[in-house]
């Protein structure tokens, strides 16, 4: 393998890294970036560096094996399944929702500036909230492409994005002389991860372990479906978060030829900062195609 071959694959490794940076830094600042553009420059340095000392093995027959070096994309249905922590859904909605029906539910009373928390003029007092559930499971799309830089080690990029996961919420009914309200969550997931794949196999059947380093963005928005004195399907809440999030799975590639790959594969995903407690599990079967 030539010098210039190991450069392009090590380039191909840190834009793993610097292309979701751009996105992820974009609702959490530099700390996802950093983690993004970190994690794709590992993992082009060492893509590199194993491509460059393992080029003496390479033979003259590795473009026909099923193990050899080169580029794969692919693109597969994803099912997703919450494992999602209670306290973390209501942590996201519960100061923003109270906030905004201050605002919304306004009453000319003078107020309590000392009172914890405060009670400005204007504020009929606190609301709480009940969780009613969220649902179990969604549907998407999950992409992926990089690169095998041994028979035994990939590196990738990989994209989820997901259907909504739906909920429900209600307020407890304070103050007492109004009317309890219900909403409708809606929490939308994005996730980017850069991926080192380990190949257990190098025949048509090869079964792979993976782990990852990302970010998940969750994008969560409350509906009030009880008019009354707040319109209806007018967004009481829309909040866009991003944070750090880890990825851990297993799979199998079966290659019906030796170009294009039946996948299959299952992982974990489990986010940090803010969002640690909304984890879900992960499935897809898909294609991907080996240049």
């Given at each position: 393998m030539k010098l210039k071959k190991a450069a392009v694959i090590g380039f191909t490794g840190l834009a793993l890294g610097v292309v979701p940076a751009s996105a992820g830094s974009i609702g959490n600042g530099s700390t996802v970036a950093l983690t993004m553009i970190g994690g794709g420059g590992l993992m082009s340095i060492g893509c590199m560096a194993i491509a460059l000392l393992t080029q003496d093995d390479e033979d003259e027959g590795e473009e026909e094996r099923y193990d050899r070096r080169g580029f794969f994309v692919g693109l597969s249905g994803s099912y997703a399944r919450q494992n999602f922590s209670d306290s973390t859904v209501m942590d996201l909605v519960d100061g923003e929702l109270q906030d905004n029906l201050r605002v919304l539910r306004g009453t000319p009373e003078l107020g309590d500036p000392d009172a914890n928390p405060p009670i400005l003029p204007g504020d009929p007092g606190v609301y709480t909230f009940s969780l009613d559930d969220v649902e179990d499971d969604v549907f998407g799309l999950l992409g992926r492409g990089g690169y095998?830089?041994?028979?035994?080690?990939?590196?990738?990029?990989?994209f989820e994005a997901l259907a909504d996961f739906d909920g429900g919420i209600r307020e407890n009914g304070t103050p007492s002389n109004d009317t309890a309200r219900n909403f409708d969550l809606e929490f939308e997931t994005l996730v980017f991860t850069t991926n080192v794949k380990g190949h257990l196999l190098t025949g048509r059947y090869q079964p792979f372990v993976l782990l990852g380093i990302g970010f998940m963005r969750m994008e969560n928005k409350a509906y009030d479906i009880s008019g009354g004195t707040i319109p209806g399907r007018a967004p009481q809440l829309s909040e866009r978060t991003v944070n750090v999030a880890f990825r851990y799975g297993a799979g199998l590639d079966f290659y019906l030829t030796?170009?294009?790959?039946?996948?299959?594969?299952g992982s974990y995903l489990m986010p940090t900062g803010k969002l640690d407690g909304l984890d879900y599990y992960q499935f897809g079967v898909g294609l991907q195609y080996r240049f």
């Amino acid at each position: 393998m030539k010098l210039k071959k190991a450069a392009v694959i090590g380039f191909t490794g840190l834009a793993l890294g610097v292309v979701p940076a751009s996105a992820g830094s974009i609702g959490n600042g530099s700390t996802v970036a950093l983690t993004m553009i970190g994690g794709g420059g590992l993992m082009s340095i060492g893509c590199m560096a194993i491509a460059l000392l393992t080029q003496d093995d390479e033979d003259e027959g590795e473009e026909e094996r099923y193990d050899r070096r080169g580029f794969f994309v692919g693109l597969s249905g994803s099912y997703a399944r919450q494992n999602f922590s209670d306290s973390t859904v209501m942590d996201l909605v519960d100061g923003e929702l109270q906030d905004n029906l201050r605002v919304l539910r306004g009453t000319p009373e003078l107020g309590d500036p000392d009172a914890n928390p405060p009670i400005l003029p204007g504020d009929p007092g606190v609301y709480t909230f009940s969780l009613d559930d969220v649902e179990d499971d969604v549907f998407g799309l999950l992409g992926r492409g990089g690169y095998r830089c041994h028979p035994y080690i990939s590196a990738e990029l990989q994209f989820e994005a997901l259907a909504d996961f739906d909920g429900g919420i209600r307020e407890n009914g304070t103050p007492s002389n109004d009317t309890a309200r219900n909403f409708d969550l809606e929490f939308e997931t994005l996730v980017f991860t850069t991926n080192v794949k380990g190949h257990l196999l190098t025949g048509r059947y090869q079964p792979f372990v993976l782990l990852g380093i990302g970010f998940m963005r969750m994008e969560n928005k409350a509906y009030d479906i009880s008019g009354g004195t707040i319109p209806g399907r007018a967004p009481q809440l829309s909040e866009r978060t991003v944070n750090v999030a880890f990825r851990y799975g297993a799979g199998l590639d079966f290659y019906l030829t030796r170009n294009v790959v039946v996948s299959a594969e299952g992982s974990y995903l489990m986010p940090t900062g803010k969002l640690d407690g909304l984890d879900y599990y992960q499935f897809g079967v898909g294609l991907q195609y080996r240049f």
